[in-house]
């Protein structure tokens, strides 16, 4: 049970609370996927304006929208919506504070008023019940949203995202017990000079994923990323528990996650972890992916194209 704990500590929830959620930090590069990023005809949801976050229109089709996770640019999500513009409108969400993302809030509070904005775009934008992906970070956020505002999400699919993260500090850690842990965090965060920063999250995203590339995503959007942001996002993640609004929720959710007997979090482990989390939620669907680390749609690319295919039917 101690080595348990300490693993889960550790490995899996530094990985999940950086980039999406987990320990220090975040990031990668835009530079990593630009030529199909100019393959796009691509919008701005010109009639939707927001400090909290800006959403970018691709394609044509039934409504997806794409949430990064903590740290994250959408630039995340541009091999699937890329491949999905064919047959779907694809609203890729890009945080602000994150990736070179201007922010103005100080140092919080974050996640609230954006899956409030979130909401308030999909009814904006005139969208029916669109389906939402969300990483990490941005799958609390789906799951946020899906429970404050039902009518607003037709389907949500999280990716390697929990309802609760700071349980895994501990079977009996509520919110309000994490709260120190989370201000340590943020103080660090904020502390850090530039290269202890980096350094942070070069080692970081070793945990994060197997990719190299990916790897350097991530360092680079960490670093491009307002810190005061970053220590108000890690703070709502750690101390933001969904799982009391599981059992009401309506919304056909799937939940995605990162197995790796090789330097991630063993199947049989990240199974149970994801099992105990979502027991509440009525008919949720667990897809466990193996050979990954908490960026599925980098480390295995294929698997998770046909995952989210077989969701968006």
């Known amino acids: 049970m101690l080595h348990h704990r300490h693993f889960v ?30 393959t796009l005809p691509a919008t701005q949801a010109a ?26 640019s959408r630039e995340v999500w541009r091999p699937l919506a890329t491949r999905l513009s064919a047959t779907h ?13 201007p922010w103005s809030h100080g140092d919080g509070p974050f996640v609230a008023p954006e899956v409030e904005e979130l909401a308030r775009y999909i009814a904006e934008a005139g969208l029916e019940q669109p389906a939402v992906i969300g990483h990490s970070m941005g ?10 505002h039902p009518d607003r999400v037709g389907r949500l699919m999280v990716v390697d995202a929990l309802p609760f993260y700071s349980a895994m500090f501990g079977p ?33 995203a070793a945990s994060l994923a197997r990719d190299p590339a990916m790897r350097e995503n991530i360092v680079d959007w960490s ?12 703070t709502d993640v750690m101390t933001t528990d969904a ?8 919304t056909p959710v799937t939940a995605l996650y990162a197995a790796d007997a090789d330097g991630g979090p063993p ?20 897809v466990g992916v193996n050979d990954s680390r908490h960026f599925i749609m980098a480390d295995q690319p294929e698997r998770f194209d046909e995952i989210v295919d077989a969701f968006l039917k």
């Open 223 to 234: 670093m491009a990323s307002d810190r005061h942001a970053f220590a108000a996002a890690m």
């Open 89 to 101: 409108r694809v609203h890729l969400v890009q945080l602000a504070g994150f990736a070179g993302e």
């Open 172 to 204: 009996t850690v509520t919110a309000e017990a994490a709260r120190p842990f989370a201000a340590q965090a943020a103080a660090g965060i904020l502390a850090a000079d530039e290269a202890s920063f980096r350094a942070q999250q070069a080692q970081t």
């Open 9 to 38: 500590g550790r490995s899996t929830l530094r990985a999940l609370f950086l980039a999406s959620a987990a320990a220090l930090a975040i990031g990668g590069v835009v530079a990593a996927i630009p030529a199909q990023a100019e």
């Open 47 to 72: 009639a939707f304006t927001s400090d909290r976050l800006s959403v970018e229109v691709v394609g044509s089709g039934p409504d997806v929208i794409l949430i990064p996770g903590l740290a994250s």
């Open 267 to 286: 199947p049989a482990m990240a199974q149970a972890m994801w099992e105990s989390q979502y027991a509440a939620l009525p008919n949720v669907e667990l």
């Open 139 to 148: 799958g609390l956020s789906g799951l946020l949203l899906a429970q404050s």
């Open 243 to 250: 799982r009391p609004g599981l059992a009401a929720m309506t």
